[in-house]
């Protein structure tokens, strides 16, 4: 918990107190405010750099079964954990249908959609798929999409990484990610999950 700052505003007001005293008590607040910045900033680059999510799921599939809706960003709308935020969302795809370069530019006004685009840049068949995403000024990530298969399940990992930079107020969000994506993460999943478990 912060300490109290060092003055009282009601005082400030009261007869008597001099100019010179209020001027006294404002430098310290304002000290104060610079002090506690520096603090939160200077530990801000002890913290992390680089951020990740990472969720998994075991899916009564081979992977050949999984794999075309990890591959091309329109099969994705099929369980999409945030389309469902924004039916308004507008989608505009480019590039194959599927594999590398299969690119998705969204737009939206919804703050937990908000815009960017998202493009394959590798794709190993029915093994690993890795995607670029650009937030614009909310900055880049690679995700990926790992498939390993064991027996008659699959388990799919779907992972997301991040590099904060030098950006304090990044590096103190990065603390949240986890909390903030992981549980689209596994919405994500499930849905896929049993999109293919009911042969849909």
Request: hydrophobic content about 45%; cysteine-free.
């Given at each position: 918990?912060?300490?109290?700052?060092?003055?009282?505003?009601?005082?400030?007001?009261?007869?008597?107190?001099?100019?010179?005293?209020?001027?006294?008590?404002?430098?310290?607040?304002?000290?104060?405010?610079?002090?506690?910045?520096?603090?939160?900033?200077?530990?801000?680059?002890?913290?992390?750099?680089?951020?990740?999510?990472?969720?998994?799921?075991?899916?009564?599939?081979?992977?050949?079964?999984?794999?075309?809706?990890?591959?091309?960003?329109?099969?994705?709308?099929?369980?999409?954990?945030?389309?469902?935020?924004?039916?308004?969302?507008?989608?505009?795809?480019?590039?194959?249908?599927?594999?590398?370069?299969?690119?998705?530019?969204?737009?939206?006004?919804h703050p937990q959609v908000g815009?960017?685009?998202?493009?394959?840049?590798?794709?190993?068949?029915?093994?690993?798929?890795?995607?670029?995403?650009?937030?614009?000024?909310?900055?880049?990530?690679?995700?990926?999409?790992?498939?390993?298969?064991?027996g008659e399940v699959t388990e799919?990992?779907?992972?997301?990484?991040?590099?904060?930079?030098?950006?304090?107020?990044?590096r103190w969000m990065g603390l949240?990610?986890?909390?903030?994506?992981?549980?689209?993460?596994?919405?994500?999943?499930?849905?896929?999950?049993?999109?293919?478990?009911?042969?849909?």
């Amino acid at each position: 918990m912060l300490a109290t700052p060092p003055f009282d505003a009601i005082s400030l007001r009261r007869p008597g107190f001099s100019k010179g005293a209020r001027m006294r008590l404002l430098r310290r607040l304002l000290t104060f405010i610079v002090v506690t910045a520096a603090v939160i900033a200077a530990i801000a680059y002890v913290l992390p750099r680089e951020v990740a999510v990472e969720r998994s799921v075991t899916i009564k599939a081979g992977p050949q079964a999984i794999f075309p809706y990890v591959n091309s960003m329109q099969a994705t709308e099929a369980w999409s954990p945030w389309l469902d935020r924004d039916p308004d969302v507008k989608l505009v795809y480019s590039g194959p249908d599927s594999g590398v370069g299969n690119r998705l530019v969204w737009e939206s006004e919804h703050p937990q959609v908000g815009s960017g685009t998202q493009e394959i840049i590798t794709s190993e068949e029915n093994s690993l798929v890795r995607t670029a995403l650009d937030f614009g000024a909310m900055g880049t990530a690679t995700a990926r999409f790992e498939l390993k298969p064991d027996g008659e399940v699959t388990e799919l990992t779907w992972g997301f990484v991040t590099d904060t930079g030098m950006n304090p107020i990044a590096r103190w969000m990065g603390l949240m990610m986890d909390r903030l994506v992981g549980p689209d993460y596994e919405k994500g999943l499930a849905r896929l999950k049993e999109l293919i478990e009911s042969g849909a």
